[in-house]
């Protein structure tokens, strides 16, 4: 059983950064699609930044050019760099593959403050 763990959350105040961490018991981040999740209060979940194995990576267009996306398989890490941040990037961060194949897990709480 797969079990995901996000770290690196915080509040911070509008324009900051952050980095966020997901590691895993397994290995899922070499052979999968791999993303990034965000669920603020109210909303559903939404995906913020997906890479591929062959390192491609895709954002939606309210966090293109401000989040990044990266994997350290010698660590089996899983990574967002977010820039610039916003209150309305305000949300809980979850990672899982692109295709939401394992339990989610708590997830970490990023707040931005104007």
């Known amino acids: 059983q797969v079990q995901l763990v996000e770290s690196g959350g915080d509040s911070v105040q509008a324009w900051n950064s952050l980095t966020l961490s997901c590691t895993s018991s397994?290995?899922?981040?070499?052979?999968?699609?791999m993303a990034w999740y965000r669920q603020a209060p109210g909303k559903e979940r939404e995906l913020v930044a997906w890479i591929t194995p062959a390192g491609q990576k895709t954002y939606p267009d309210s966090v293109k050019g401000r989040f990044t996306i990266a994997r350290d398989y010698r660590v089996n890490t899983l990574h967002l760099k977010m820039n610039d941040l916003q209150p309305e990037d305000t949300a809980v961060y979850y990672c899982?593959?692109?295709?939401?194949?394992?339990?989610w897990g708590r997830g970490t709480q990023v707040t931005v403050t104007s």
């Open positions: 397994g290995s899922p981040f070499r052979l999968n699609d």
């Open positions: 899982n593959t692109q295709d939401q194949r394992y339990s």
